[in-house]
Nanobody, 119 residues
């Protein structure tokens, strides 16, 4: 069984930084694209950033220049470094990964971690 376990959320003041981590565990062949999504109250879940197995990245316009996604393939872990945080970044952040299990490419979600930006 594949699991994604997130960590690193919390409360931070505007302008501050947080680093989220998401580690995949279980039985699988390989991990393709990994990404971070967020969902604020009353809003739809949106893509924040994604990174392919080869290291190509893409970001939502709202976080470009402030957030950095990276991954450690040896540790099956993806990170999201969030700098210059704003109140509008407040949301539950979810990790997502496309993982090859046996002969199927499946999508998995983490449990979510709360990020609150407030003074």
């Amino acid at each position: 069984q594949v699991q994604l376990v997130e960590s690193g959320g919390g409360l931070v003041q505007p302008g501050g930084s947080l680093r989220l981590s998401c580690a995949a565990s279980g039985s699988f062949l390989t991990i393709n694209t990994m990404g971070w999504y967020r969902q604020a109250p009353g809003k739809q879940r949106e893509l924040v950033a994604a990174i392919t197995s080869g290291g190509s990245t893409n970001y939502a316009d709202s976080v470009k220049g402030r957030f950095t996604i990276s991954r450690d393939n040896a540790k099956n872990t993806v990170y999201l470094q969030m700098d210059s945080l704003r109140p509008e970044d407040t949301a539950v952040y979810y990790c997502h990964a496309e993982i090859v299990v046996l002969i199927s490419l499946l999508g998995f979600w983490g449990q979510g971690t709360q990020v609150t930006v407030s003074s």
